[in-house]
């Protein structure tokens, strides 16, 4: 049975304390987690402004100093963080000029209130995922091969997150299908280096990710455009 997807607003809250489900902040308004998880999550954020009103975020966690990101008026996909936030508060501020720029916030991970994940089968059945959604399921002890198509010719955003983590605490890869240009590993040369978040792009319709994680957690999220359309899934023990 499909799940709620993740940009689905279930009820609507402006301002406050947050628990990571989709929420509502105004220009000014600050949303706070008192406590993110000890790993990789998603931080996304959508500029819901019925005029063409061009919105920005500040990001703060702890004691560091506030990240700004940029939330693009009309565009209709989020904009997104994948970061380690290492059980610290997250503190995400809304500051839009223009005072009609509600931008609604959602932390996507593991156990994150919000979205319940499809399950994904492990013998290379093939599900879609549509924009929004999210999907999991536990790894095979053994090499496992993660393939995501879009056949549209349409880009599509995924983010995956499992697996040991790298020296900044993170365990997440992000990439992206018919993309622009060819970077990072796992794609047709040449190849530029990628551009974060992301580590890795193929002009192509189809990334494989080859992984041996144990019996981890897979999480998986299609943060694409909202008309991109659904990916297609298939995650097979070899």
């Known amino acids: 049975m499909r799940t709620a997807p993740i940009l689905i607003i279930l009820a609507l809250s402006v301002g406050g304390q947050w628990d990571g489900s989709p929420y509502v902040v105004m220009p000014r308004q600050t949303a706070v987690i008192p406590q ?21 975020i500040m990001v703060r966690s702890a004691g560091g100093a506030p990240v700004m990101v940029n939330v693009p008026a009309l565009r209709h996909q989020p904009s997104f963080l994948v970061q380690n936030y290492a059980a610290q508060d997250l503190a995400v501020t809304n500051t839009s000029n223009a005072d009609e720029t509600p931008i609604r916030l959602q932390e996507v991970g593991t156990g994150i209130p919000g979205t319940q994940p499809v399950t994904l089968p492990t013998d290379g059945s093939v599900i879609p995922l549509a924009p929004g959604e999210t999907g999991a399921t ?37 990439f992206e299908v018919n993309a622009a240009q060819n970077t990072g590993p796992g794609t047709n040369g040449p190849n530029a280096p990628p551009v974060p978040p992301f580590n890795a792009t193929t002009t192509g319709n189809t990334y494989v990710l080859p992984f041996n994680w144990g019996s981890s957690t897979v999480f998986i999220a299609n943060v694409s455009p909202q008309t991109a359309g659904p990916v297609q899934v298939s995650l097979q023990a070899l």
């Open 36 to 56: 993110t998880p000890n790993g990789s999550v998603i931080l996304t954020a959508e500029n819901l402004a019925a005029q063409n009103n061009a919105g920005s």
């Open 138 to 174: 536990l790894a095979v002890p053994r090499f496992m091969r993660l393939q995501v198509t879009n056949g549209t010719g349409n880009l599509s955003d995924i983010i995956v997150i499992g697996g040991p983590v790298d020296a900044s605490g993170n365990n997440a890869f992000v």
